[in-house]
């Protein structure tokens, strides 16, 4: 018999990649050889973007032709618009997402195109997309038109300008631009090894990434950023950490935000996203909310030996450029969506099927029972 597998997949190498490298017990995130800390003071996200799809960094003359390609193809088809309309106004920006990812997908000229001259051309098309649906979900729900792209301006810079209707600072959308890098990609973690699941059975791109919306939906995976921001309104000042605290353990609630499957140490997406937490909350006169997480950071640390992933400093971040707390998780699929889209074209470039086998811990030789006598 075979050895059954640690719960959740814990410790299982399910297949190799050379798009991202985790160190859990050395707090190490690299992409393509590129440490995070080289990455995340240095680069843009299409700059990433493009690392991550062709395994090493543009020359200026080819980011400059990429971040081109990207704004020429952020338009959506009027009948994606027509179908995110005619959603319920309640509806909840990821199922939002999901659904226009999916709409989208049946109006792309490559939909069933598994090729990879295709792929590519769908993975620019839902990088450059992603910010594009997310503005139409968040202005449609204000009862407001969605505004057309302006391929002038960079991808973060002009998602706050269709969000906002006006255009964002150059530190907000520097900082926007640092959190999208910093969630690019994260090896096999759920939603992207859901995509791979999904494209080993050369499912489509878009059915793919569909399912990695779907799987990023979750509170335990980046629905946490939005619970973990929820949680410092709920504690509300600094003083009411210790107390608050105390009473979430005795209730045993999970500290949204803090620990990681992987990370032993300091998740290293948190370090930079601590320090644009601290910056950008003085700006917005919403310190407060950085001198509590430092406070609940170290409770949590010095109390449970736990520390804080890359969801809980990210909250106050976009706290702090006033982004609408249930947008925080479609932001996280923006960044992602760099990578979900490279890791279905490294799955259908070497595939096999995703098939792993399930211990059974059932009932065995029942006898059957005619049902007059049960």
């Not at 959506?76 to 939002?96: H, K, N, Q, W, Y």
């Not at 509590?292 to 736990?306: A, N, P, T, V």
Request: charged share 25%; aromatic share 8%; glycine share 10%.
């Amino acid at each position: 018999m075979t050895a059954a597998a640690g719960k959740g997949l814990e410790g299982v190498v399910a297949s190799r990649t050379s798009l991202s490298f985790i160190d859990g017990l050395e707090g190490v995130l690299v992409y393509r050889g590129y440490n995070i800390h080289e990455l995340a003071p240095n680069a843009s996200f299409p700059e990433s973007v493009f690392l991550l799809w062709t395994g090493r960094l543009p020359t200026r003359s080819e980011l400059d032709a990429f971040e081109a390609k990207l704004a020429a193809r952020r338009g959506l088809d009027p009948r994606t618009l027509e179908g995110l309309m005619s959603l319920p106004r309640d509806t909840v920006p990821m199922a939002a997402l999901r659904t226009g990812i999916s709409i989208d997908g049946l109006y792309d000229p490559d939909a069933e195109d598994n090729s990879a001259e295709a792929n590519e051309r769908k993975a620019v098309r839902l990088v450059a997309r992603t910010p594009t649906l997310i503005a139409a979900i968040h202005r449609i729900r204000q009862g407001l038109e969605p505004l057309s792209p302006d391929p002038s301006l960079s991808l973060s810079a002009d998602f706050v300008r269709m969000a906002n209707g006006e255009p964002g600072t150059s530190e907000a959308v520097d900082a926007l631009d640092r959190t999208l890098l910093l969630y690019l990609d994260h090896g096999f973690n759920a939603s992207t090894f859901a995509c791979r699941v999904i494209a080993a059975t050369l499912g489509d791109m878009h059915s793919a990434v569909t399912g990695g919306v779907g799987a990023l939906k979750g509170s335990l995976h980046g629905g946490a950023n939005a619970k973990a921001m929820h949680t410092l309104l709920e504690i509300g000042e600094l003083e009411n950490v210790g107390p608050w605290l105390e009473r979430a353990f005795a209730e045993r609630r999970k500290i949204m935000g803090f620990g990681h499957r992987v990370y032993k140490t300091e998740d290293p997406r948190a370090t930079h996203l601590r320090e644009m937490s601290r910056v950008l909350t003085q700006q917005a006169g919403l310190g407060k909310f950085y001198e509590m997480s430092r406070e609940l950071e170290d409770q949590m640390i010095s109390q449970k030996g736990i520390n804080p992933n890359v969801d809980f400093y990210c909250a106050t971040v976009y706290y702090a450029l006033g982004i609408p707390i249930d947008l925080y998780t479609p932001l996280f699929a923006m960044g992602r969506m760099g990578g979900w889209t490279a890791h279905v074209m490294e799955q259908h470039a070497d595939n096999r099927l995703i098939r792993p086998r399930a211990e059974y811990v059932g009932e065995m030789d029942l006898r059957w029972v005619a049902i007059g006598d049960r």
